[in-house]
């Protein structure tokens, strides 16, 4: 039988290459002279890719090249960097790694937003800058009696409302669906950020969530307001975001994401009252290696017996039983 070939298209965690490199035979798009005469040669032979959320757009035009390809199995729980639909079309599975990060972002969310609550990045730097002995750090507003809402009650968004009970603020949220949870939902953004002083976004990416705190959003949460953004840089209209906090019309932010990674705006930079982070929501070894090894449980199993582990909802319907 011929070996299966796998095509990865940026590099990913050694533990992922050393398990497909095992497994299939691996080739390694990035380290290809001509990518675009490799793929002439190869394509047609490629019957699975591995990707991440964190390197190009997987296109239809990308697909085409790829007749004979049955699967994309992504590393990261959005999958925002996969045209889904284009797969879907082309009968070709997409999965990606939900379930093994949701308490590891859902951790490093509460820490933005007491970092940025606390000023707890430019408190160190004070420190190490000597300042201390000039006088003490200014006071930084608090997270006591603020209300938080969370846009997308999803898995971290549970995850980061299970973490806040514990620091004893009001919980609301916002999603298109109510659920059976005791917080109180929102039908609309605006009205969450209405009653909110806190917002936390953690919706999926994509066209449907594309600036969905906007200017309005952004007015709705107050002078007195916080944005968190940990979901996608998408989601934010980051122009008006820029404006907002250039105009005090919020009072901070804190981001783990941006529109155009791994550029950042310059006004965001420019800005002391923020705390920005490089994408790290997932981001410790542990986390890291286990999205890995599902990411190559899922190209395994599914040449084994057919069934990946994870597959994204849209595609869902073409695995067998
Ligand atoms: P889930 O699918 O479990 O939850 C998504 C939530 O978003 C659901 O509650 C859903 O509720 C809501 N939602 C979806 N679409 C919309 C919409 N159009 N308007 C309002 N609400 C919406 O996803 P996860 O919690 O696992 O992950 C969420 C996202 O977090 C990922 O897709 C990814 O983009 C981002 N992420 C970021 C990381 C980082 O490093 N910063 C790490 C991991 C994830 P409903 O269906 O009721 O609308």
Do not use: C
Request: no cysteine; hydrophobic share 45%.
């Amino acid at each position: 039988m011929q070996p299966i070939q796998i095509l990865m298209t940026a590099p990913l965690l050694p533990i992922v290459v050393a398990q497909l490199e095992s497994a299939f035979t691996l080739h390694k798009l990035w380290e290809q002279p001509d990518p675009d005469a490799f793929l002439k040669a190869v394509g047609a032979r490629i019957r699975g890719v591995a990707t991440s959320t964190y390197h190009g757009r997987i296109d239809d035009a990308f697909l085409a090249r790829l007749p004979a390809l049955e699967i994309i199995a992504s590393f990261g729980v959005g999958y925002d960097n996969v045209d889904v639909a284009a797969a879907a079309a082309r009968e070709v599975v997409v999965t990606n790694t939900p379930g093994v990060l949701d308490e590891e972002v859902a951790d490093l969310t509460v820490a933005l937003l007491l970092s940025t609550l606390r000023q707890i990045p430019q408190a160190e730097r004070f420190l190490r800058d000597g300042k201390w002995r000039e006088g003490a750090f200014p006071l930084s507003p608090t997270l006591r009696g603020r209300r938080v809402g969370i846009v997308g009650l999803g898995n971290i968004g549970k995850a980061v409302a299970r973490r806040l009970q514990g620091f004893d603020v009001a919980i609301a949220y916002h999603g298109r669906t109510r659920q059976d949870v005791p917080f109180d939902y929102h039908p609309t953004v605006t009205g969450l950020a209405d009653a909110s002083d806190v917002l936390v976004v953690i919706v999926p990416g994509g066209a449907e969530t594309r600036h969905l705190i906007d200017r309005e959003v952004l007015a709705a949460l107050g002078s007195d307001g916080v944005l968190i953004n940990v979901a996608r840089g998408s989601v934010v209209d980051e122009a008006a975001l820029i404006e907002a906090l250039q105009s005090d019309m919020i009072l901070s932010a804190g981001l783990d994401v941006y529109a155009d990674e791994p550029r950042v705006p310059q006004a965001l930079l420019d800005l002391p009252n923020l705390v920005l982070l490089p994408h790290i929501g997932s981001g410790s070894v542990q986390t890291r290696n286990a999205m890995g090894q599902l990411l190559s449980d899922n190209l395994v199993q599914w040449f084994r017996d057919g069934k990946p582990v994870t597959s994204v909802p849209e595609t869902a319907h073409l695995i067998a039983g």
